[in-house]
T-cell receptor, first 111, second 113 residues
Framework: GQSLEQPSEVTAVEGAIVQINCTYQ??????LSWYQQHDGGAPTFLSY????GLEETGRFSSFLSRSDSYGYLLLQELQMKDSASYFC????????????FGKGTRLHILP | GAGVSQTPSNKVTEKGKYVELRCDPI?????LYWYRQSLGQGPEFLIY????????DSGLPNDRFFAVRPEGSVSTLKIQRTERGDSAVYLC???????????FGPGTRLTVL
């Protein structure tokens, strides 16, 4: 089956950089996605990695290493509005041909 | 240009009752997912459709849960004999491709008393 591991909470200071790690286990692999969810809101898509390397989108970057079954989300120039939960999600192949989510990382930002 | 919509936004029911939750995906999106989310947890996979057929329903907790998507667009999640443990936010998401970006609806908050 599929499983993902990510830290439950991370705290950082406004203006700083923070990295949220995700390790996964799945049969086959199609890609790793990251979503942001504010309290009371729905998850919103941030990034998707299908190949090894770094994908950059503004202040957010996402990295994938398929050989290590590992990825991370990097948030730069943190703003108070970045306080939210961040989820990694993976899609596998065959029996794991569906997208499942990790339990989420709660990001706390201090002024 | 509407996004994913879900109705109702809130549903309060009594234990043992039957409920239906509706999801209207983005037009043209072939993949549709149902998730359940409890407070402080990630979205828990329930079922996904590719077109009209349920491609994977392995996440449905038991046979009280059933979902349909008869015309490949709107989907309904049906829960029979509701239990208090079914209380959660039920999220629907659609995507143009299986591995692509998922667009989530606002969710239906189900409360079983």
């Amino acid at each position: 089956g599929q499983s993902l591991e990510q830290p439950s909470e991370v705290t950082a200071v406004e203006g700083a950089i923070v990295q949220i790690n995700c390790t996964y286990q799945t049969s086959g692999f199609y890609g790793l996605s990251w979503y942001q969810q504010h309290d009371g809101g729905a998850p919103t898509f941030l990034s998707y990695n299908a190949l090894d390397g770094l994908e950059e989108t503004g202040r957010f970057s996402s990295f994938l290493s398929r050989s290590d079954s590992y990825g991370y989300l990097l948030l730069q120039e943190l703003q108070m509005k970045d306080s939210a939960s961040y989820f990694c999600a993976v899609r596998g192949e065959g029996r794991d041909d569906k997208i499942i989510f990790g339990k989420g990382t709660r990001l706390h930002i201090l002024p | 240009g509407a996004g994913v919509s879900q109705t109702p936004s809130n549903k309060v029911t009594e234990k043992g009752k039957y409920v239906e939750l509706r999801c209207d995906p983005i037009s043209g999106h072939t993949a549709l997912y149902w998730y359940r989310q409890s407070l402080g947890q990630g979205p828990e996979f329930l079922i996904y459709f590719q077109g009209t057929g349920a491609a994977d329903d392995s996440g449905l907790p038991n046979d009280r849960f059933f979902a349909v998507r008869p015309e490949g667009s709107v989907s309904t999640l049906k829960i029979q004999r509701t239990e208090r443990g079914d209380s959660a936010v039920y999220l629907c998401a659609s995507s143009a491709a299986l591995a692509g970006e998922q667009f989530f609806g606002p969710g239906t908050r189900l409360t079983v008393l």
